[in-house]
């Protein structure tokens, strides 16, 4: 019965999407030959009213796959293959509905369920432009996709493939490192909803490319879904990053993974965009330059999916081999080579209308800012495809380690927190040395004095000193920002929040909340303490001035799930922690949880490297003393926050999609200027 319902649940959504696309290709020719006869246009608008609504279907039957599946799992429907690999009767409820995209066939219905979501949003957002060729043309770029989708869970992604001979009574359950954490059923999805997001602002700019209106209009329609994924996308990485921190039992949060590696890449790249996109909106600059960053964000997602979901790379997080590897690369080739082409093709009408008048200005910092972002992409995706390029051309597996990626990215992380904090201060077409010195010298004072006070504390390092009195640049000058628009608002008669709220201000707290992160990145990086401490019960160690007493073990304690080894341990003769030890039934080895002291200095991470033989023999525990990860968590939420308050509607007048008419090249509307001196942001767009 699941089966049937989840083949014929995904079957109405491919068939709905191709339906689409060719209802909306049809309608666009009529239109295009309607309009060039001067005949009516009713029959082409008919159409396309049509193809839009096969949207509706998509979104159907991808809601159908996954409650199909998802009642599977939940009811232990072992006839089918996923369920009989995935599920098992002792998994937890929460850790079995996660179970949808805890493998491959699951997670591409997940992917379909989200991109369909996003589909029948944007049909609905522009619904009063359902005849407009640019939100057409969007809309079956966004069909095609789902096509695609659809068509790898009838092929070779099937998840709805029944067992072959007898139907077992139980099965594995999850890796258990995907039934560790409550994380993992709010870390994937939150990664989804980004990389899926940015379909929408694509398939916009291929449809600015396919119909010629290759202005600033249809920036704005997609200003704040990109917006949006970019926020979701930011959650997820820091999610999976907590989890990785509380799971995995090593203390670390980053350690360049392939798959971190996969959501980092579109994050650079969706970031890079939503800085040069305001160049674009002001002075009708970077066309080329921001169609490639979309076209490369949503090519880089489906790079991502193909290294992490075809067994090609090893990685601690990646749990999936399977035949989708071609058609997952054959759809980047032929994505990358459209967008080539469409952009070849429409190389006169991308000319700007202007040029940079001078380096120092608010142009000139985005355009570095963006050169540094492509660099820290390259580098990334580099160290990251290496072993695959080493593999093709000498049958020989190698594996790019962390030292590279630290040495090559610390340089340029550290010139992104410069021009983080000059780049707001600079104002359009030229600065002077006079209007530098007044807005940048009391940032500029604030970064010195982190300096000394971090030296008065005991910080040594150049590195990690560098990274925080550019840290304290950057959060002084977003801070001198956001004062200043704030004092505004309220002369204007409005509310302090009033003053945080909008593209500007928004871009501003996500600044805040990236120098948190990048403070906290290099301080836990720098200055981690860590030993193992072989004790026997009621004995002590200490590490890095922190006492760690060892009580003993609890009971093994059996949930129906799994068996818990726990110790318990003191800290500083303080609060007692339960570092554990986690053997599952159909597991080779012990998985650990670590329990962690959280606080604002510091976190005290502890883990049970090894439990004792017999009563009253040592056990191992694993101690590490790392400063601020607290801040890496908060910087997150701040960046969330500061997402929320830039796409949040501001004092600014809202400007529509070009309408049809408008002409395709044209020198863009001035935006308006933010209140007093302050300028728009170099964190978002």
């Not at 319902?5 to 909306?24: E, H, N, Q």
């Not at 040069?276 to 076209?295: E, F, P």
């Not at 003191?570 to 670590?594: C, H, K, M, S």
Request: positive net charge; aromatic residues 10%; proline residues 7%.
């Amino acid at each position: 019965m699941n089966a049937a319902l989840g083949s014929a649940g995904v079957t109405l959504g491919f068939a709905a999407s191709v339906l689409g696309v060719l209802a909306l290709a049809v309608g666009l020719r009529r239109r295009r030959t309607a309009s060039a006869r001067g005949t009516a246009l009713v029959e082409a608008e008919g159409l396309l009213r049509l193809g839009r609504s096969f949207a509706w279907l998509v979104l159907a039957g991808a809601v159908v796959a996954t409650v199909a599946m998802e009642i599977a799992l939940v009811t232990h429907d072992f006839s089918l293959a996923y369920v009989a690999n995935n599920g098992s009767r002792s998994t937890p409820l929460l850790y079995t509905v996660a179970s949808l995209w805890s493998a491959l066939e699951g997670s591409i219905i997940l992917w379909a369920l989200v991109l369909s979501g996003f589909l029948v949003a944007l049909v609905r957002r522009f619904a009063d432009r359902a005849a407009d060729p640019l939100v057409a043309w969007a809309t079956l770029t966004m069909l095609v996709v789902a096509a695609f989708f659809f068509a790898l869970m009838l092929g070779p992604a099937d998840p709805f493939t029944t067992v072959a001979g007898p139907v077992p009574v139980d099965g594995p359950g999850p890796n258990p490192l995907l039934q560790n954490h409550p994380l993992m059923a709010v870390h994937p999805p939150m990664l989804y909803l980004g990389y899926v997001g940015f379909t929408v602002p694509f398939a916009f700019a291929v449809a600015a490319l396919v119909t010629g209106r290759v202005g600033e209009g249809w920036l704005a329609a997609t200003r704040r879904w990109t917006l949006l994924a970019w926020g979701f996308l930011t959650a997820g990485i820091v999610l999976g990053a907590w989890w990785s921190y509380e799971v995995l039992g090593w203390g670390g949060f980053w350690a360049w993974d392939p798959v971190e590696n996969a959501s980092f890449l579109p994050w650079l790249t969706g970031t890079a965009y939503l800085h040069s996109v305001m160049v674009q909106q002001r002075r009708g600059m970077l066309r080329v330059w921001n169609l490639s960053l979309l076209a490369a964000t949503f090519c880089l997602t489906i790079l991502g999916t193909f290294l992490t979901r075809s067994g090609v790379l090893d990685s601690v997080h990646s749990f999936t081999e399977s035949p989708i590897g071609p058609w997952l690369l054959s759809f980047f080739g032929i994505t990358v080579a459209v967008v080539l082409g469409l952009i070849g093709w429409r190389g006169d009408r991308l000319r700007a209308p202007g040029s940079i008048d001078a380096p120092v200005s608010r142009e000139g910092a985005f355009l570095a800012n963006n050169v540094v972002f492509a660099a820290f992409a390259f580098v990334v995706l580099l160290g990251t495809v290496f072993p695959l390029l080493v593999e093709a051309v000498n049958d020989e597996r190698i594996a790019v380690g962390t030292p590279y990626f630290n040495r090559m990215t610390m340089p340029l992380g550290m010139v992104l927190l410069f021009l983080m904090a000059v780049a707001p201060a600079l104002p359009w077409r030229k600065a002077s040395g006079e209007l530098l010195r007044t807005r940048l010298q009391w940032p500029a004072w604030a970064g010195a004095a982190v300096v000394v006070a971090a030296v008065a504390a005991g910080a040594r390092g150049l590195a990690p000193l560098v990274a925080f009195g550019l840290g304290g640049f950057a959060a002084a000058a977003a801070v001198r920002q956001l004062v200043l628009a704030v004092g505004a608002s309220r002369r204007r008669g409005g509310s302090a929040v009033a003053g945080l709220v909008g593209r500007a201000n928004g871009g501003m707290v996500v600044h805040l909340g990236v120098v948190l992160v990048a403070v906290a990145f290099a301080a836990a990086s720098s200055y981690a303490s860590s030993d193992e401490l072989r004790l026997e019960p009621g004995r002590s160690g200490t590490v890095a001035g922190h006492t760690v007493t060892y009580l003993g073990m609890n009971p093994p304690a059996d949930d129906g799930q799994k068996t818990t080894f726990a110790a318990r341990v003191q800290v500083d003769g303080d609060q007692v922690y339960e570092p554990a030890l986690n053997r599952f039934p159909n597991a080779t080895q012990t998985i650990g949880t670590p329990s962690v002291r959280t606080g604002v200095r510091e976190d005290v991470y502890l883990t049970l490297v090894a439990a004792p033989e017999q009563p009253g023999d040592p056990a191992v525990i694993g101690v590490i003393i790392q400063p601020l990860v607290v801040w890496l968590w908060i910087g997150g939420g701040v960046m969330a926050l500061g997402t929320v308050l830039a796409a949040w509607p501001g004092e600014r007048r809202r400007r529509p999609i070009q309408p049809a008419s408008e002409p395709a090249l044209r020198t863009p509307a001035r935006d308006p200027d933010p209140p007093a001196e302050v300028p728009a942001p170099a964190g978002m767009a």
